[in-house]
């Protein structure tokens, strides 16, 4: 029997000051309401998180500025953790995230439990 593993994806997206319409909005909240659902009804979904645009950043030398991280012209805007056999299933999860739809990212990263 293969032991899952835990997995995070990290979603990464252009920040604009273009507003959605409202339609756009529902389609959105739609497809991310099926790709969670779908990984919950496997059984695989451990959490998920949309990230606000409120942020401080602090630095080594304990400085800290208002705002967030962008880098690249990307910010993330949210995680998601699943449980999957290897990093390759979980890829394969990620491919069906909608913010690809949109021209972001999704980076799949392993957890290493922290006992």
Not at 4 to 13: Q, V
Not at 36 to 58: C, E, M, P, R, W
Not at 78 to 91: H, Y
Request: charged letters at 20%.
């Amino acid at each position: 029997m293969i032991q899952t593993k835990e997995f995070m994806l990290l979603f990464r997206f252009e920040p604009t000051n273009e507003q959605p319409t409202p339609e756009q909005m529902q389609e959105m909240h739609k497809q991310w309401g099926e790709f969670i659902g779908n990984i919950a009804l496997q059984g695989k979904l451990v959490s998920t998180y949309q990230l606000g645009f409120d942020g401080i950043q602090i630095s080594a030398d304990h400085t800290s500025k208002e705002g967030i991280h962008v880098a690249n012209g990307q910010t993330l805007s949210g995680n998601m953790v699943l449980k999957a056999d290897s990093l390759e299933v979980a890829t394969e999860l990620a491919k069906k995230c909608p913010i690809l739809i949109m021209g972001g990212t999704v980076e799949v990263r392993n957890l290493i439990p922290m006992n």
